[in-house]
């Protein structure tokens, strides 16, 4: 991997603002890549700005809304071209009991965490297959595989600070979306993977239990260096035979 895999790419970021997307987004920046943040706490984008002139701003996108997820993609493919990186990291997530959760958290949690990520590799599809290329990374969880890092049988109150059912399901569903669209991409010179990260010190975990910290075997949190390496490494141009892949980043928390 190096500099020349990312020089003049085209890329996408979902959740640009997020301590893991905008550290993603200068991470391709850097190596060259024409990148788009896209985050619900972006600028709304006029209609007269022109990403051949500028992509250093983040613009405003709602992934719950597939009609803007299709503009977007259809502004950046008018524009600069086909998306050849996809980096799903949009998300939001969920405390408490499966027995308190209500319907509305659900539905928000499935929205943005399922449903938003499904749409935006949709829409990047086609342009990735007429170009004969392209790289889609999603962020999936270790609370997909697991199911939860919190222990109700010794500590309810574990469970009022760890991710819940709602989004444990829709990092689970997340896994095997990835694996479906890997197969359905893979004869187009797509690769589709997943990656999943346990415990990464950031604003969404500043209340992570300290005696669930110290069930990490590697003895720390994650950082968002540790997760960036990695899409780093499968978004490179050689890493082609790699597709279908959830790659834990979880300081052995979950061994598969």
């Known amino acids: 991997m190096s500099a020349e895999d ?14 893991i997307g905008s550290a993603v987004v200068a991470a391709l920046r850097e190596r060259g890549a024409k990148v788009i943040a896209a985050d619900m ?3 709304a984008l006029p209609q007269q700005c022109s990403f051949s002139q500028d992509t250093s701003r983040t613009v405003r996108l709602d992934v719950t809304r597939n009609s803007e ?5 259809d502004k950046i493919v008018m524009e600069l071209g086909a998306v050849d990186i996809l980096v799903n990291v949009a998300g939001v997530v969920s405390f408490g009991s499966a027995e308190q959760l209500a319907e509305a958290e659900w ?4 929205d943005i965490n399922l449903k938003g990520t499904f749409f935006a590799c949709q ?8 170009k004969g290329f392209g790289r889609i990374i999603n ?31 829709s990092k689970a569903g ?4 990835t694996a479906f669209l890997a197969k359905e991409m893979a004869a187009h010179g797509v690769t589709v993977n997943a990656v999943a990260p346990g415990p990464i010190a950031t604003a969404m975990t500043t209340s992570f239990p300290e005696q669930l910290k110290a069930l990490i075997p590697v003895g720390r949190m994650g950082s968002t260096g540790d997760v960036v390496r990695v899409i780093l490494f499968l978004t490179a141009a050689d890493a082609g035979f790699i597709t279908g892949e959830v790659l834990d980043v979880n300081g052995g928390m979950w061994c598969d």
């Open 107 to 110: 539905d928000r949690v499935i």
């Open 6 to 19: 990312f020089k003049g790419r085209i890329a996408l970021v979902t959740g640009g603002c997020g301590a």
């Open 69 to 73: 997820i299709v503009a977007l993609v």
């Open 174 to 177: 997340v896994h095997a979306m």
């Open 41 to 43: 706490s972006g600028e």
């Open 139 to 169: 962020i999936g969880s270790l609370i997909g595989k697991n199911s939860g890092n919190a222990r109700p049988w010794i500590s309810a109150d574990e469970q009022q600070k760890a991710g819940n059912v709602a989004y444990g399901v």
């Open 123 to 130: 829409a990047v599809m086609p342009g990735m297959k007429r």
